[in-house]
């Protein structure tokens, strides 16, 4: 459920930034229209719900929404595509409160790596620290990573940094190829909760 293009970083390799500030108010779905969306989940049978952006949490109504989800259907799994970078104690312990299932991130590397394709200094650090906050609150956590120019030669530091984050508690790494951008190919790093062989690690020159 993309219902805004809207989001506080701007990161390289994101297509959101190709949308002027207009055309991205114009995408976001208002508060009546997402009720109305939901009020149809039953009649489709909708088991998960991803609430995507743009940047989620640039909403103020978002927390409402998802409680608007819970209220039709408690059993409905609601995964929320963030950056993390707007949450605090009192949003961690509302998400709790209401039930949210998952948080899915980016983490893009090392610190200097995942930085500089956030464009945001300091990033890394937020990411991490809020992953931590997430997962003592019981909250399942999953990384995603894009691999491209900017990080491609950091291979084997990519897959430390998402190792380390799934030991704090991560329980899916996923990882990313952009083609355009790339000439690795990373398939099957995944690590689940209840595994215990670790990140499974596949990796292949692309051209």
């Known amino acids: 459920m993309e219902h805004n293009r809207v989001c506080n970083l701007?990161?390289?390799?994101?297509?959101?930034?190709?949308?002027?500030a207009s055309q991205r108010k114009e995408k976001e779905l208002s508060f009546s229209r997402c009720l109305e969306l939901i009020k149809e989940f039953p009649l489709v049978r909708v088991g998960k719900v991803m609430l995507t952006g743009g940047e989620?949490?640039?909403r103020s109504d978002l927390l409402d929404i998802i409680a608007a989800i819970k209220k039709i259907d408690k059993d409905i799994?609601?995964?929320?595509?963030?950056?993390?970078?707007?949450?605090?104690?009192?949003i961690i312990?509302?998400?709790?409160?209401?039930?949210?299932?998952?948080?899915?991130?980016?983490?893009?590397?090392?610190e200097k790596a995942h930085d500089f394709i956030r464009r945001s200094k300091g990033n890394f650090k937020i990411v991490t620290n809020n992953i931590k906050k997430l997962r003592q609150a019981n909250?399942?956590?999953?990384?995603?990573?894009?691999?491209?120019?900017?990080?491609?030669?950091?291979?084997?530091?990519?897959?430390?940094?998402?190792?380390?984050?799934t030991n704090?508690?991560?329980?899916?790494?996923?990882?990313?190829?952009?083609k355009k951008t790339s000439n690795v190919e990373i398939t099957n790093i995944?690590?689940?909760?209840?595994?215990?062989?670790?990140l499974k690690k596949e990796v292949k020159t692309i051209g």
């Not at 909250?139 to 984050?165: G, T």
């Not at 995944?190 to 670790?198: E, L, V």
């Open 10 to 20: 701007n990161c390289r390799h994101c297509f959101i930034k190709k949308y002027s």
């Open 56 to 58: 989620p949490f640039s």
């Open 77 to 90: 799994i609601i995964d929320i595509t963030t950056n993390l970078t707007y949450l605090n104690d009192d």
């Open 93 to 110: 312990a509302k998400l709790k409160q209401i039930g949210i299932d998952e948080i899915t991130t980016s983490l893009d590397g090392n």
């Open 139 to 165: 909250i399942l956590v999953d990384a995603v990573c894009v691999i491209q120019r900017s990080n491609f030669e950091l291979i084997e530091d990519i897959i430390n940094s998402l190792d380390n984050a």
């Open 168 to 178: 704090n508690g991560v329980g899916h790494v996923e990882v990313k190829v952009n």
């Open 190 to 198: 995944s690590k689940d909760d209840d595994s215990d062989d670790g």
